[in-house]
């Protein structure tokens, strides 16, 4: 947690000794891009090889740090795909394991498969059985050639500066958005006029992918007290007891599905009841066009009447 609050106070605080830090990182995030947009050039021109599934192939992503509703967008996906007849495989690094168990919760027809190497793992998804691929957290996995790009900004951290790693949470510039299908803005706090100006900042920035949609992520629940641990963080027996300090006289501790699933071999039944607040994904502009690029793409590869 104490990283996560570091890398917080680093990227938006305005006091001086922030401003200086970031400052002395601007050397290492001009790298940092310009690594990034080399890759990007090799990949482009066949210097470095991007590998074909042989089934249709949906990457998921965003550009910066952070949570923009990938694991709900991609599980969407995969849903959709399950409502075709086709088995989907859902392909991610799974960091702490959280996400894969999130998906196997939330799809157990799925094939979810997690590794390093994406392409390694999604090969390893078609051979269990996956007639469609969702690369979770894929919009950089350049080596994988996928069908459909669906890139997801945060309505949330649209405000924020556009600063590159390690001086900022962008993993790739604005401009990266050429190489995306769909742009999906999401909202979870912020009201529907901040994903619309949002979405005409994208329009008019002069890089518009084939379409706009506008996604608003629903999370049921209700917070009495905060207790935050950054995203992926392993939970230990000390951080159920800090947990269970800041509970000790509620009824009810509510905690997102990535939390619960880790949490679950430590809390037990004779602790405050848990709810947990699932993020579903409820498309308020453009949801049309999404479903119609999938579909589009699923009936290209399959012929009706395959499945």
Known sequence: ???????????????????????????AAAAYAACARVRVQAYRHGLLRSRRIGVPTIAVGNLSVGGTGKTPIASWIAAHCARRGLTPGIVLRGYGGDETGVHHERLPGA?????????????????????????DDGFQRLDVRRDLNLLLVSAEASDTARRMLPAGPWREPWSAMRRADIVVVTRKRSGPEA??????????SGVP?????????VCLGALVRSAPHPDHHRYAATDVGRLLSVARDVDYVVMTHKDAVKLRGLWFASRPTVLVAHLEPT????????????NDLLTRHYTPGMY
């Open 209 to 217: 992918p084939t379409g706009v949609a506008v996604a608003h992520l």
């Open 1 to 27: 947690m104490r990283a996560h609050a570091a890398a917080r106070w680093l990227w938006s605080a305005t006091t001086a000794p922030a401003r200086l830090a970031r400052a002395s990182l601007v050397p």
């Open 195 to 204: 994903a619309r100006r949002l979405v005409r900042r994208i329009v008019s």
């Open 283 to 294: 498309w308020e502009l453009g949801g049309d066009l999404v479903v119609s690029r999938i």
């Open 111 to 135: 094939i979810v498969v997690q590794g390093r190497d994406r392409a390694r793992a999604a090969r390893r998804a078609v051979g269990l059985g996956a007639r469609a691929i969702v690369l």
